[in-house]
Nanobody
Framework: VQLQASGGGLVQAGVSLRLSCAAS???????IGWFRQAPGKEREFVAR????????AYADSVKGRFTISRDNAKNTVYLQMNSLKLEDTAVYYC???????????????WGQGTLVTVSS
């Protein structure tokens, strides 16, 4: 059971970036969430999606700018991030859970994280 996040980078404020989370094993039938952790801050919920992709949820700070989706044929979950802001700078993690939750402690499987840096 492995999750591999990718797609991070250094971008300017206002542009878009898409993160990918490639999964192997039965994890991919689970709920998948994206979290982020900025320097000196706690890990926070960003978005989550059900196994079928039919239901999603977002943190208020990213609602309307970020979109989570999944392609089960490719075992991949995406996080499309538009209109990036300086405060979106963080390490982004994807994680798998057997429950529908925004709490990091409810997620059993974690990827290694990908760094997103937004500059002015």
């Amino acid at each position: 059971v492995q999750l591999q996040a990718s797609g991070g980078g250094l971008v300017q404020a206002g542009v878009s970036l898409r993160l990918s989370c490639a999964a192997s094993g039965r994890t991919f039938t689970s709920y998948i969430g994206w979290f982020r952790q900025a320097p000196g801050k706690e890990r926070e919920f960003v978005a989550r999606i059900t196994g079928s992709g039919g239901n999603t949820a977002y943190a208020d700070s990213v609602k309307g700018r970020f979109t989570i989706s999944r392609d089960n044929a490719k075992n991949t979950v995406y996080l499309q991030m538009n209109s990036l802001k300086l405060e979106d700078t963080a390490v982004y993690y994807c994680a798998g859970s057997s429950t529908w939750s925004s709490q990091p402690t409810r997620y059993q499987y974690w990827g290694q994280g990908t760094l997103v840096t937004v500059s002015s």
